[in-house]
């Protein structure tokens, strides 16, 4: 296995980021995960723009296309496989042990791992925790992650892939690590940004082919909608068919049937839309 790291590809074994690397002690970076198939990756100009929307909302220097593009091909082309996780992080790079920045600039990694197809549908839990939509870090993906790890713990815990949150208000806003989608009499509506979600790659796209609307929902939508689906990275888009002990049979619905195969459509003819 070879990954990126700082400008060169390097074996797994020899890579080596400093242990006062700002992405580690005070979680200061940001990340995107990207789908490749067959060597390919999905949507790599959307993730890239929304890399540098992260890294400008952390203060962070603009990251180099030319230069991730470059990292992510090679990475791709030393590590073949039929559908990978490819890992783009981006760190303040050595600094103090404190918040305060070094002078040593960022540090670059770029890996790959394989990953199988999603199943259709899955299960999903809430969580008393909340997103805080007025966070300094709302809509930023950022390497600080832990509140995503305690809850997916739990979601685990309970037989299911997946954990969704409500805001500070009470309002459905996003997953750990997904969007979420409700169908209401036959219409898809998914939170606005403003809810504190991510502006999620694949849910973009969703609302784009699907026609979804945006719209502020209850948390307990999620006990009335007629179906309920995820979009991701590595998901597109996925049925619900378990909310907490909510069954919805028959998942996926018709709705939900229907955007995943426009999903697939659209997406197996253009690898960069």
């Given at each position: 296995?070879?990954?990126?790291?700082?400008?060169?590809?390097?074996?797994?074994?020899?890579?080596?980021?400093?242990?006062?690397?700002?992405?580690?002690?005070?979680?200061?970076?940001?990340?995107?995960?990207?789908?490749?198939?067959?060597?390919?990756?999905?949507?790599?100009?959307?993730?890239?723009?929304?890399?540098?929307?992260?890294?400008?909302g952390l203060g962070l220097p603009d990251p180099d296309h030319?230069?991730?593009?470059?990292?992510?091909?090679?990475?791709?082309?030393?590590?073949?496989?039929p559908l990978g996780r490819l890992r783009i992080t981006y760190?303040?790079?050595?600094?103090?042990?404190?918040?305060?920045?070094?002078?040593?600039?960022?540090?670059?990694?770029?890996?790959?791992?394989?990953?199988?197809?999603?199943?259709?549908?899955?299960?999903?839990?809430?969580?008393?925790?909340?997103?805080?939509?007025?966070?300094?870090?709302?809509?930023?993906?950022?390497?600080?992650?832990?509140?995503?790890?305690?809850?997916?713990?739990?979601?685990?815990?309970?037989?299911?892939?997946?954990?969704?949150?409500?805001?500070?208000?009470?309002?459905?806003?996003?997953?750990?690590?997904?969007?979420?989608?409700?169908?209401?009499?036959?219409?898809?509506?998914?939170?606005?940004?403003?809810?504190?979600?991510?502006?999620?790659?694949?849910?973009?796209?969703?609302?784009?082919?699907?026609?979804?609307?945006?719209?502020?929902?209850?948390?307990?939508?999620?006990?009335?909608?007629?179906?309920?689906?995820?979009?991701?990275?590595?998901?597109?888009?996925?049925?619900?068919?378990?909310?907490?002990?909510?069954?919805?049979?028959?998942?996926?619905?018709?709705?939900?049937?229907?955007?995943?195969?426009?999903?697939?459509?659209?997406?197996?003819?253009?690898?960069?839309?």
């Amino acid at each position: 296995m070879k990954i990126w790291l700082d400008g060169a590809l390097r074996d797994l074994e020899s890579a080596r980021v400093s242990v006062f690397d700002h992405g580690l002690t005070v979680g200061d970076g940001i990340f995107e995960t990207v789908k490749a198939v067959d060597g390919k990756p999905f949507a790599l100009t959307r993730h890239l723009d929304r890399l540098t929307r992260s890294a400008r909302g952390l203060g962070l220097p603009d990251p180099d296309h030319d230069e991730v593009r470059r990292a992510c091909a090679a990475v791709l082309e030393a590590n073949p496989m039929p559908l990978g996780r490819l890992r783009i992080t981006y760190t303040g790079g050595h600094g103090p042990l404190g918040s305060d920045r070094g002078e040593h600039g960022p540090t670059l990694v770029v890996a790959l791992g394989e990953t199988a197809r999603r199943p259709d549908s899955t299960a999903v839990i809430t969580v008393p925790w909340t997103r805080n939509e007025r966070s300094a870090l709302t809509g930023l993906k950022t390497t600080s992650y832990a509140e995503n790890v305690v809850a997916l713990a739990r979601a685990h815990e309970h037989g299911a892939s997946e954990a969704l949150f409500a805001n500070t208000v009470g309002r459905l806003c996003e997953g750990t690590g997904s969007n979420v989608f409700v169908v209401l009499d036959g219409e898809i509506h998914t939170p606005p940004l403003a809810s504190g979600c991510l502006a999620g790659i694949t849910r973009a796209l969703a609302i784009e082919w699907t026609g979804a609307v945006e719209t502020e929902l209850p948390l307990d939508v999620l006990e009335r909608a007629d179906e309920v689906f995820l979009t991701s990275t590595l998901r597109d888009i996925q049925a619900v068919h378990r909310v907490d002990d909510r069954e919805l049979p028959g998942a996926p619905g018709p709705v939900t049937a229907k955007a995943m195969r426009v999903f697939d459509e659209q997406a197996g003819a253009d690898q960069d839309p």
